[in-house]
């Protein structure tokens, strides 16, 4: 049986090599995607062309939009003066998420950087979840970005069509300016999904972490060794340092670069003989909505799986309580269990219906599913060692996982500290605006 297993994990990983996408692939949609968005390395003409359309999209067009485009004479309406933060904004964003992706897809490959290559090492329901937050990516994707780019469509259409720019440069200018908007629409388009795509990939990952953890507190309910625990819990935390060394230069880069982008943006706002409204701020707005929107994907996801791997700390805690209790209540037993009784897991007793709700006053409506209070211990808890089960618990809670940024654990207090120095920071800056004004 051994080497029938090692036989079929082999082949099982040689399937999930590297490899050209082709139609039976669950990958061949986001090959297809980093095809058509020019982030795919696999070859020299691709690299080239990668490169080549970033540079245009990213850089080329953001400038003659902002120094050529512009228009400076124009009335109120039609006068952009936020178009400096918004440009650079997305492009720096665009060059972070398009050098983060296109680094780790041609070091490690689509397969390797989604961890598909170690789910024939996982179970059934790990997979199957796994395959359904893979084809339910591309939904969140385009919920985030379609939104977006309708009304900045909206925005550019309107503000060429009204008479906001009249530069012939192509003789014509109708011509011209159907030209410009498209060019403006797709730099648009492509910075905001790349920036997308790289939070969405994280939350991938994080999804799938996630399923292995809940998969992984089931071993609290059915007959395991504790070097069998100790073991998977060791592969689930390399594998959350993984991601953490993967995407911490990106997520502490994001958040700088956003939090000066809404700096900045709130000092130009706060200005005295600023002009704030539809027509000249509509655009920073969304711009912020969209920077703001992928940043919390990202801190979200993050916090998602530091929370749940606590949850799994505190559910060990629990297993371990009860099956102590229940190992000194067998022994107070004056009457022993008759011997064709069978053996039932021991139950502890809470205040819940039969509905499983609580017959309290006060609901437990923000509980983790790996957190509840209804715990069944199953009766061969009280087979394994105080010691064994005491060391378990132990190592959880001082060895707890989740997604670090350089040492620092991304937890609620994490997501806390950010809030009380970004809110700190915008008070300072009011300060420093309304007393200048």
Not at 26 to 50: K, N, T, Y
Not at 141 to 147: A, K, Y
Not at 349 to 362: C, K, L, V
């Amino acid at each position: 049986m051994g080497d029938e297993r090692k036989t079929l994990i082999s082949k099982s990983s040689k399937a999930f090599n590297r490899c050209i996408s082709h139609a039976g692939d669950e990958l061949h949609s986001f090959r297809s995607c980093l095809r058509w968005m020019c982030v795919d390395h696999s070859s020299i003409w691709g690299a080239c062309l990668s490169w080549s359309l970033f540079v245009l999209l990213s850089i080329v067009v953001p400038l003659l939009s902002h120094f050529v485009l512009a228009c400076s004479t124009c009335d109120t309406r039609h006068h952009r003066p936020y178009d400096k933060v918004v440009q650079l904004s997305l492009t720096v964003v665009a060059i972070l998420s398009f050098y983060c992706l296109s680094r780790i897809v041609r070091r490690y490959g689509l397969r390797r950087f989604l961890f598909l290559d170690k789910l024939c090492e996982e179970s059934e329901q790990v997979g199957q979840g796994y395959t359904e937050q893979l084809n339910r990516s591309w939904k969140i994707l385009l919920v985030f970005v379609l939104p977006c780019f309708a009304a900045e469509s909206a925005y550019k259409i309107w503000w060429y069509s009204s008479g906001g720019s009249q530069i012939p440069f192509l003789g014509n200018a109708m011509v011209s300016d159907a030209v410009a908007c498209t060019l403006e629409l797709c730099s648009w388009l492509y910075r905001t999904s790349i920036f997308f795509l790289a939070c969405v990939l994280f939350r991938l990952l994080c999804s799938l972490q996630i399923l292995r953890l809940q998969d992984f507190a089931l071993v609290f309910q059915m007959e395991y060794e504790v070097a069998s625990v100790l073991k998977e819990h060791l592969r689930i935390r390399r594998h959350l340092r993984i991601i953490s060394h993967r995407y911490r230069a990106f997520i502490l880069l994001a958040l700088g670069i956003i939090t000066a982008s809404q700096l900045a943006s709130l000092l130009m706002t706060t200005r005295s003989h600023a002009i704030v409204n539809f027509f000249t701020a509509g655009e920073l707005a969304l711009c912020s909505i969209t920077l703001v929107t992928g940043l919390m994907i990202c801190l979200r996801s993050a916090t998602k799986i530091t929370h749940k791997a606590q949850s799994v700390t505190s559910l060990a805690a629990k297993w371990h309580v009860c099956a102590t209790i229940d190992s000194f209540d067998s022994t107070d037993c004056e009457t022993p269990a008759a011997v064709d009784q069978p053996v039932r897991p021991h139950v502890l007793e809470f205040p819940i219906n039969a509905n499983g709700e609580w017959d309290d006053d006060e609901t437990a409506d923000g509980d983790d599913e790996l957190d509840n209070t209804n715990i069944i211990l199953p009766i061969y808890a009280r087979t394994i060692s105080f010691q064994k089960r005491q060391a378990l618990v132990t190592y959880l809670e001082n060895n707890r996982a989740g997604i670090t940024v350089y040492g620092f654990v991304l937890d609620r207090s994490t997501l806390h500290t950010i809030f009380g120095v970004e809110m700190s920071l915008v008070l300072w800056l009011l300060g420093k605006t309304i007393g200048i004004s």
